[in-house]
């Protein structure tokens, strides 16, 4: 036994700091933003500026987003003259879908942020994990069975909800081995899931009326048709309460990635912040869903570039996110609604012509870095 | 080896000077139906350092999962800082106890510098920032291990022995009273390891930290450890001071093989080799 004799200070106590005995910076411990450590972790300075000129973005992305589209509208007379068709078509068509792109891809980035950390693995998202499909799955059923009986409104979201929450725990449970969840097998299992809850939607199909096809394509293929005032408040809540939770959990999320067994050594409730992180991003997705269908690689795309641009902390990357997946969506609708005009694209067609060959370039990229998983 | 020229109140009243930091009795545990721990018992004070040693799949890192609290102990007790585990959720367990395993993967390309201040999680709330003080100590913990120059480095840059060095400082942040370290010297050269074992040694003489350690290493606890746990199939075969528990005899019958157990002419200290029996030795 060592022959030390310690002062007996109370636990509590906190340790002064002293001096580093070797190493560069021995002559300096106390810490200035600006000095040599500065850019090396995220600062509330760098959290306001980068959030600053992100909402910037948001905002110029949002006027483009209305200044455009498959007829041509002047702004400045839609604000000015009351009665003015101008005003009619801003007002009830042009500017709640682009609010409604807004809040949809605000909540799949933000989602898929929150995702990719959950699962320490940067191809995760809402629609590669079966989120999305369980989600569309949920409002087709509600759709075709509450048909002409009323109701629809609410059991439309609801049962997209359900479906979305009821795929996660799925294909969650399935991913878990030995206690541990297999990030190789969620995503192998997610794309399962993805298929089959793909084929039941096309055996709904099949065995509807005519009626519903067009409603089912619209599902699968994501769209921001004619969203009402009331639908876009009920997204862009949820997803601003989505965030809101997952905001909380921001730096447990950035522990998560030191792996479940040392998030806990560090104070983490791995299993109950889990819960409550599955079932955020389940609302959200479900929440987009219901209004939106299936639009992919929104929350694959915006948190990867965001990641590389401004650090791996969820702090900023989460809010980043959700304003970036706003601005995308905005932009990547405009795109749909004018490039094949006056016919109309799919939003989920050109996520997706964007996202695939990006989802591809990541794959490869990170199959041969310290990322392979 | 840790001296008491740094305590700010020396007693020298060794009962009260040194103080249980941690204390487990009689531990039973494992995985799903199979028993990897069959009742060990041991206790470390502040500023001392306890090596646990053994075979492959003894259950060193079973017994320091336990007392980190990542796994339940089945039956048997164990006690940090005088309070039982159990009684500590883990962000109090984690103001009180640091763990460095043998995993040191990060999934996303975070700096040394955010690494080493998720130390500082357990005394922080959720959104909140760090203050100064946070970066002055995560900033003192890079230095102690050397790693300032490396503080703006995406940690995935580093090799198996910095990125080691990484989690050892950020354990530090974590201002523990206990560190539990699991192989704190795989990956590391000749000069890491003797700096790593020299910094702890700081630590335990300035703040009296407690260091319980497994190591392969026999010779590593046989010169820095104040005691050996010496275990074998989920049982303790000894437990005490280095000289009194690393012996030919004890260490044949673990390990099932010829050891050499002799001094270093140079420093005294205890030295165990791998040694054959003389007939089988090679001849040259």
Same mark, same amino acid.
């Given at each position: 036994?060592?022959?030390?004799?310690?002062?007996?200070?109370?636990?509590?106590?906190?340790?002064?700091?002293?001096?580093?005995?070797?190493?560069?910076?021995?002559?300096?411990?106390?810490?200035?933003?600006?000095?040599?450590?500065?850019?090396?972790?995220?600062?509330?300075?760098?959290?306001?500026?980068?959030?600053?000129?992100?909402? +910037?973005?948001?905002?110029?992305?949002?006027?483009?987003?209305?200044?455009?589209?498959?007829?041509?509208?002047?702004?400045?007379?839609?604000?000015?003259?009351?009665?003015?068709?101008?005003?009619?078509?801003?007002?009830?068509?042009?500017?709640?879908?682009?609010? +409604?792109?807004?809040?949809?891809?605000?909540?799949?980035?933000?989602?898929g942020a929150?995702l990719q950390a959950?699962v320490r693995n940067p191809l995760a998202e809402?629609?590669i994990?079966?989120?999305?499909?369980?989600?569309?799955?949920?409002?087709?059923?509600?759709?075709?069975?509450?048909?002409?009986?009323?109701?629809?409104?609410?059991?439309?979201?609801?049962?997209?909800?359900?479906?979305?929450?009821?795929?996660?725990?799925?294909?969650?449970?399935?991913?878990?081995?030995?206690?541990?969840?297999?990030p190789f097998?969620?995503l192998?299992?997610?794309v399962?899931?993805?298929?089959?809850?793909?084929?039941?939607?096309?055996?709904?199909?099949?065995?509807?009326?005519?009626?519903?096809?067009?409603?089912?394509?619209?599902?699968?293929?994501?769209?921001?048709?004619?969203?009402?005032?009331?639908?876009?408040?009920?997204?862009?809540?949820?997803?601003?309460?989505?965030?809101?939770?997952?905001?909380?959990?921001?730096?447990?999320?950035?522990?998560?990635s030191?792996?479940?067994?040392?998030?806990?050594?560090?104070?983490?409730?791995?299993?109950?912040?889990?819960?409550?992180?599955?079932?955020?991003?389940?609302?959200?997705?479900?929440?987009?869903?219901?209004?939106?269908?299936?639009?992919s690689f929104v929350g694959l795309i915006v948190p990867h570039v965001l990641r590389l641009a401004f650090g791996a902390?969820?702090?900023?990357l989460?809010?980043?996110?959700?304003?970036?997946?706003?601005?995308?969506?905005?932009?990547?609708?405009?795109?749909?609604?004018?490039?094949?005009?006056?016919?109309?694209?799919?939003?989920?067609?050109?996520?997706a012509?964007c996202g695939g060959p990006f989802f591809i370039y990541m794959l490869r990229r990170e199959g041969r870095g310290p990322l392979a998983l | 080896?840790?001296?008491?020229?740094?305590?700010?109140?020396?007693?020298?009243?060794?009962?009260?000077?040194?103080?249980?930091?941690?204390?487990?009795?009689?531990?039973?545990?494992?995985?799903?139906?199979?028993?990897?721990?069959?009742?060990?018992?041991?206790?470390?004070?502040?500023?001392?350092?306890?090596?646990?040693?053994?075979?492959?799949?003894?259950?060193?890192?079973?017994?320091?999962?336990?007392?980190?609290?990542?796994?339940?102990?089945?039956?048997?007790?164990?006690?940090?800082?005088?309070?039982?585990?159990?009684?500590?959720?883990?962000?109090?367990?984690?103001?009180?106890?640091?763990?460095?395993?043998?995993?040191?993967q990060v999934a996303f390309s975070f700096?040394?510098?955010?690494?080493?201040?998720?130390?500082?999680?357990?005394?922080?709330?959720?959104?909140?920032?760090?203050?100064?003080?946070?970066?002055?100590?995560?900033?003192?913990?890079?230095?102690?291990?050397?790693?300032?120059?490396?503080?703006?480095r995406p940690i995935q840059e580093l090799?198996?022995?910095?990125?080691?060095?990484?989690?050892?400082?950020?354990?530090?942040?974590?201002?523990?009273?206990?560190?539990?370290?699991?192989?704190?010297?795989?990956?590391?050269?000749?000069?890491?390891?003797?700096?790593?074992?020299?910094?702890?040694?700081?630590?335990?003489?300035?703040?009296?930290?407690?260091?319980?350690?497994?190591?392969?290493?026999?010779?590593?606890?046989?010169?820095?450890?104040?005691?050996?746990?010496?275990?074998?199939?989920?049982?303790?075969?000894?437990?005490?001071?280095?000289?009194?528990?690393?012996?030919?005899?004890?260490?044949?019958?673990?390990?099932?093989?010829?050891?050499?157990?002799?001094?270093?002419?140079?420093?005294?200290?205890?030295?165990?080799?791998?040694?054959?029996?003389?007939?089988?030795?090679?001849?040259?």
């Amino acid at each position: 036994m060592s022959g030390t004799a310690h002062g007996t200070a109370p636990n509590t106590d906190p340790i002064p700091v002293r001096a580093p005995a070797r190493g560069a910076g021995a002559a300096n411990t106390t810490f200035a933003p600006g000095d040599t450590l500065g850019g090396a972790h995220l600062t509330r300075l760098k959290l306001t500026v980068t959030l600053g000129a992100l909402a +910037m973005v948001v905002m110029v992305s949002a006027i483009v987003a209305v200044a455009f589209g498959s007829v041509h509208i002047s702004l400045v007379r839609a604000i000015r003259e009351a009665h003015s068709p101008d005003r009619a078509i801003f007002l009830s068509v042009r500017l709640p879908r682009v609010l +409604m792109g807004a809040a949809v891809g605000a909540a799949l980035a933000a989602v898929g942020a929150a995702l990719q950390a959950l699962v320490r693995n940067p191809l995760a998202e809402g629609g590669i994990l079966g989120i999305s499909g369980g989600g569309a799955l949920g409002a087709i059923v509600a759709l075709v069975a509450v048909a002409g009986h009323g109701g629809g409104a609410f059991a439309v979201p609801l049962s997209a909800f359900g479906a979305a929450l009821l795929s996660t725990v799925m294909v969650y449970r399935l991913a878990v081995v030995d206690g541990r969840l297999e990030p190789f097998t969620l995503l192998l299992v997610g794309v399962i899931f993805n298929a089959i809850w793909g084929a039941a939607i096309m055996l709904v199909n099949s065995v509807v009326n005519y009626y519903h096809v067009h409603d089912i394509v619209f599902w699968l293929m994501g769209s921001l048709e004619a969203p009402t005032y009331a639908e876009v408040a009920t997204v862009a809540a949820l997803s601003v309460a989505g965030l809101a939770v997952l905001l909380a959990r921001a730096r447990d999320l950035n522990l998560l990635s030191l792996g479940d067994e040392a998030a806990g050594e560090l104070g983490v409730e791995v299993d109950a912040m889990r819960r409550l992180v599955f079932v955020a991003t389940s609302v959200m997705v479900a929440a987009a869903v219901s209004v939106s269908g299936i639009i992919s690689f929104v929350g694959l795309i915006v948190p990867h570039v965001l990641r590389l641009a401004f650090g791996a902390d969820h702090r900023l990357l989460l809010p980043a996110s959700f304003l970036g997946g706003a601005a995308f969506l905005m932009l990547a609708d405009l795109v749909a609604r004018v490039a094949t005009a006056p016919t109309e694209l799919p939003v989920g067609a050109v996520t997706a012509l964007c996202g695939g060959p990006f989802f591809i370039y990541m794959l490869r990229r990170e199959g041969r870095g310290p990322l392979a998983l | 080896m840790a001296t008491a020229q740094h305590a700010p109140h020396a007693t020298g009243h060794s009962a009260a000077a040194n103080p249980s930091a941690l204390r487990a009795s009689q531990v039973v545990g494992g995985y799903g139906e199979r028993a990897v721990l069959h009742g060990v018992s041991l206790e470390v004070n502040a500023g001392e350092m306890l090596a646990i040693v053994g075979p492959n799949g003894a259950g060193k890192s079973t017994l320091l999962r336990i007392l980190g609290g990542s796994l339940r102990a089945w039956r048997g007790e164990v006690e940090v800082l005088g309070a039982p585990l159990g009684s500590l959720d883990r962000r109090a367990l984690a103001r009180r106890v640091a763990v460095v395993g043998q995993d040191n993967q990060v999934a996303f390309s975070f700096t040394v510098l955010e690494v080493v201040l998720m130390g500082r999680a357990p005394h922080l709330g959720s959104y909140h920032f760090e203050s100064p003080a946070d970066l002055a100590l995560a900033r003192a913990a890079l230095a102690r291990f050397d790693l300032t120059d490396l503080a703006a480095r995406p940690i995935q840059e580093l090799s198996g022995g910095e990125r080691k060095r990484v989690f050892l400082a950020r354990a530090l942040a974590q201002e523990p009273r206990i560190a539990l370290l699991d192989e704190p010297t795989a990956h590391l050269d000749l000069r890491h390891v003797a700096d790593i074992f020299a910094r702890f040694g700081e630590l335990r003489a300035e703040r009296g930290l407690a260091v319980v350690a497994t190591l392969h290493d026999l010779n590593a606890a046989a010169l820095y450890a104040d005691r050996v746990l010496l275990l074998k199939d989920g049982v303790a075969r000894g437990c005490g001071a280095p000289h009194e528990v690393l012996t030919e005899e004890k260490l044949r019958e673990v390990y099932e093989t010829e050891v050499y157990v002799g001094h270093n002419p140079a420093t005294g200290a205890l030295v165990v080799l791998p040694g054959a029996p003389r007939e089988t030795r090679f001849k040259s």
